[in-house]
């Protein structure tokens, strides 16, 4: 009779002094258990119960007869090891699709092989004038070198998405709308809005220099030199200036966005961050975009 005792099979021929039928012994070899076998492993004067899980290895493990044991040296540690290094690999894969990164790395023009984002150690964004964009600083590649890169074009129409990103709770998005053309085709920004969470949150400042706070459909009053905190962990204040500012901050990623009035009857965007992942209008526009956008951008209008 045999039976399954634990991890381990046992035969009736353990138990007589016999070998298994399913066993060669090897020369010399004495006791219940063909040498190599998981019985064998476990047999002897020390041991009692001639016993050992069949998945249990070892670097001097033979096959029944002598030969060589291709999962010698794959016990336990071995499968825990190639399990541990799958893992690192899922969490790798799963690392870069959460990022936007992908195997691809940025070329010297600034070009991200990811798309419509790019990814930055530092950045500085800006929309000012009769608006004159661009963007500056080291973008971090996906095999972990870093780039610089710049950015500049001119375009004179609104963007409903300057610039945005996923890194902050429910999002950070900036839009901008432009004045009427002047008789020479010349605009401004007419208004600049910065929507959080999802549009929970938002802070607009218009040419005029008017700022208007929402939180959760709530006006919050600004004073020069205040600084308030949104329910989403943003902080506003309004500088003596009358510039308004939004910062945005967590696990190591910061972004500050400004709006100021300027003196030709518009509004300056500006931002700086570090460690952002941002996509947008900046990101994707001008003659040597950062990143290659994901739809055709309309073609900026020069100056006439």
Known sequence: MSWINGN????????????????????????????????????????????????????????????????????????????????????????????????????????????????FQNVSLASVGDPHLSVSGTEQNADGSTSSVSSKFDSMTGHQDLFSTRDFGDGFHVSTAVTQPSANGITQNASAT???????????????GAISVTDHGQSIALTPGQSVTLSGRQQVSEGSNGSVSISESRFGENLTTTFTQNGGGGVDVTATGQNVTLAGDLITGGTTPVAQAAAPQQTPLAYI
């Open 194 to 208: 910065a929507t959080m969470d999802g549009g929970r949150e938002s802070v607009t400042m218009t040419n005029a």
């Open 8 to 119: 381990g099979f046992i035969p009736n021929d353990g138990l007589n002094g016999s070998a298994a039928p399913w066993a060669a012994m090897n020369s010399g070899v004495s006791g219940p258990f063909p040498q190599g076998s998981p019985g064998y492993a476990g047999y002897g004067t020390s041991s009692s119960d001639g016993f050992r899980p069949a998945w249990f290895g070892g670097s001097s493990d033979t096959l029944p007869g002598g030969a060589p044991n291709p999962l010698a040296n794959s016990g336990i540690g071995g499968i825990l090891a190639q399990l541990a290094n799958q893992v690192q690999q899922s969490i790798a894969k799963l690392s870069n699709a959460l990022s936007g990164t992908s195997t691809g790395t940025s070329t010297n023009t600034g070009t991200n092989a990811t798309g419509n984002s790019a990814s």
